[in-house]
């Protein structure tokens, strides 16, 4: 019978077939002697096992694509120049030895600390000496290393013999099916690296999806794992540094003076029984600048300017860095994102967290958004720190209608919140819920007409208003109309629903969205570049708290403790927030992280003041931010400059430290 599959890419395939195997074998010992998953359910197990293999099939494809890339060039010729059979030989042999070594050395670094293999291994290296020696007390290396002789030997062997095997089957395509033999190939390849049927690729956060952290810990691929850290090698911290700007930080955050620590309970009122109910909505791109309570010329946000009046309003909220993910992050953590190479929720190793919106004890948890979870590896950040968290995304709705690259729209995402939380309110289960908006965001999708709801079109607003306004497009003024009107839409969903009396509606923007300078502000927002962190921060809850301005300084990070306290739960708060309701004017300030002349640096707002400090060059500056020049004044103001470079420097190296010394206790 006729071969109707080409004989170099069988032996392609079955390339990735073994090497597939292999993977799974060493998951295999990795299960049984290594991972201890007694104590943990089945379902678990078996969806870590999922994640696993499919992490697995896609190292085995990376391994062998570069034996792909060869096929797909010489084709029948692989089987006729003998030199293709070395260099195949030679590069599965090496691909073969290198996972092995990978793989024990693996095994042996989890038994020493409990996790995967990362770039933080590295730093074993810093003193090779040492580390040589305790390997060699530790294992028997130098029997490992015969052993290794030999499996290089049969593997070596083992991939002659393949090649040998499939050499029998040659015959001769046409041209047009020499094409198909690559196309095709090609398509499940990259499949199988891609390995998802969702618009995002297969991502190592997916694998913490479990409070259990050994569950999470065996769904990783190490291979992959330690190429994902990689990327974040630089990272870390300065104990000395963290511990020299201790007292600063203790002073403005109301830590212990005497020990360092930076844990802070808070004990709840025992004489209020009830728990009411926490919905926290990240607004998309939504600053001060936008809204026309701040004095943005066109009416562009009439409801939530109503709602703010009728809330507690921060008028000096910040946000750490400009970017969604980073304010997801910082807004879940307590820790800002400061990361300069990508954002710290893609950061595997300060994934792991001891937060605050896990203390909520007796609340169902809930995280709603239009698209996937997996977007910035924010799945990981909720389901690694947050237990028994319920994730509604895309996919989780009966009725979906996806609008563009986001997902569902707001209107559909509030509507679906709604109608769970309503439930929940039904059965007296009291929650906590964190809702994710989109529709603000390019590209500005809307709809012709949403109830009352209508854009406006081109002609309605003239280019000197739009100028004035600092919106770049009719298009994104419309889009923050539409949200305008599905926060107030799902405001009064909540109290036809039953439950806005009992629930704390705290609303946030996520950062600016890009916009033209405009000079109705009364600080120099644009000068400084602080336009894209200022975003409004209010509290509905009419029931709890009374309607009040608050002008004093407040931060991203003090999210988390401030609807805590509010909820009257008991509670530690690890990172770097407060409760901004009750802090001090005098102790208030916004920390942020930003690129100024093209290098990172961080930033503090405090007073009237914005002090600049640049992390490589260690450049500083100091600015009024009433001021009509944009004229560095430190050397006119020493003493606030010191003591403001004493409070950036310690939040910064306390930020670092804490991604790394603030994980969750064994359970």
């Known amino acids: 019978m006729k071969q109707k599959i080409p004989n170099y890419i069988q032996y392609l395939f079955v390339n990735v077939f073994f090497v597939f195997l292999y993977a799974l074998l060493f998951r295999g010992i990795f299960y049984g002697f290594f991972a201890q998953l007694d104590s943990v359910s089945k379902r678990e197990i078996g969806q870590a096992f999922s994640l696993g293999i499919r992490f697995d099939l896609k190292l085995a494809v990376l391994a062998v694509f570069p034996i792909a890339i060869l096929l797909f060039i010489v084709n029948q010729r692989f089987f006729k120049a003998k030199i293709y059979k070395k260099i195949s030989s030679i590069y599965l042999t090496l691909i073969y030895l290198v996972l092995t070594i990978f793989y024990l050395v693996d095994f042996g670094y989890y038994e020493y600390l409990g996790i995967r293999l990362d770039a933080a291994s590295l730093r074993f290296l810093s003193n090779l000496k040492i580390s040589t020696q305790v390997l060699i007390e530790s294992y028997p290396v130098y029997k490992g290393l015969f052993g290794l002789l030999i499996l290089v030997f049969l593997i070596y062997r083992f991939n002659s013999y393949i090649y040998t095997k499939l050499d029998k089957n040659t015959r001769q395509i046409s041209k047009k099916k020499k ?67 201790y007292p600063t930080i203790a002073n403005y955050l109301g830590l212990s003076k005497d020990v360092f620590s930076f844990e802070k309970p808070h004990t709840a009122n025992d004489s209020i029984k009830n728990k009411p109910n926490v919905v926290i909505v990240m607004l998309e791109s939504v600053g001060v600048a936008p809204m026309s309570y701040f004095g943005n010329p066109i009416s562009t946000t009439p ?36 990361d300069n190479i990508s954002t710290a929720s893609r950061n595997p190793m300060v994934i792991d967290q001891r937060i605050v919106f896990d203390q909520f004890k007796g609340y169902e948890k809930l995280y709603f958004l239009g698209g996937s979870a997996n977007w910035a590896n924010i799945r990981g950040v909720f389901q690694s720190n947050v237990n028994d968290l319920q994730i509604f995304e895309e996919g989780s709705y009966a009725d979906e209608n996806r609008a563009d690259v986001w997902g569902i729209d707001d209107y559909e995402l509030f509507k679906q919140s709604d109608k769970k939380l309503a439930e929940l309110n039904r059965q007296n289960k ?34 000197e208003l739009l100028e004035k306004s600092g919106f770049k497009s009719v298009a994104q003024l419309n889009a923050i109309r539409y949200l305008d009107f599905n926060v107030d839409e799902f405001l009064k969903r909540a109290k036809k629903s039953g439950y806005y009396d009992n629930t704390i509606f705290l609303f946030f923007g996520d950062h600016n969205t890009a916009m033209n300078p405009v000079d109705f502000l009364e600080k120099k927002e644009f000068d400084l570049e602080t336009q894209v962190h200022h975003v409004p921060f209010f509290i509905n809850a009419p029931k709890f708290i009374s309607p009040k301005t608050h002008n004093h300084y407040a931060k991203l990070v003090d999210l988390m403790p401030t609807a805590a306290s509010l909820a009257n739960i008991n509670y530690t708060n690890y990172t770097l927030g407060n409760d901004a309701l009750n802090t001090d004017a005098d102790k208030s300030f916004a920390f942020l992280y930003k690129t100024i002349n093209g290098e990172p640096a961080v930033a503090v707002l405090k007073d009237d003041f914005y002090y600049t400090y640049a992390t490589n060059s260690k450049n500083t500056n100091l600015y009024s931010i009433n001021s009509g020049e944009l004229v560095d004044i430190k050397n006119q ?31």
């Not at 094409?179 to 913490?208: C, D, E, K, M």
């Not at 309003?313 to 800002?336: C, D, E, Q, R, W």
């Not at 709809?447 to 079109?457: G, M, N, R, T, V």
């Not at 939040?651 to 670092?656: L, Q, V």
């Open 179 to 245: 094409a198909f033999y690559i196309v095709i190939p090609f398509l499940i390849l990259a499949f199988g690296i891609y390995n998802s049927f969702t618009h995002y690729p297969l991502r190592w956060s997916q694998s913490f999806f479990s409070k259990n952290q050994a569950v999470n810990q065996f769904a990783l691929n190490p291979v992959l794992y330690f190429y994902d850290s990689f990327a974040f090698r630089n990272s870390g911290f300065n104990l000395e540094e963290t511990k020299k700007y």
């Open 303 to 338: 409801k939530m300017d109503s709602i703010a009046k009728q809330s507690a309003l921060f008028t000096n909220f910040y946000v750490h860095k400009a970017g969604t993910a980073g304010s997801v992050f910082a807004s879940i953590t307590g820790l800002p994102d400061i």
């Open 430 to 463: 009291p929650f906590i819920a964190y809702i994710q908006t989109a529709t603000n965001h390019m590209p500005f999708t809307v709809p012709e007409q949403k109830e009352s709801y209508k854009p406006l079109a081109e002609s309605d607003v003239s280019l």
């Open 637 to 667: 103001f020493p003493v606030i400059s010191k003591q403001l470079d004493s409070l950036v420097k310690g939040y910064y190296n306390a930020t670092k430290y804490l991604y790394y010394n603030n994980k969750k206790l064994s359970e």
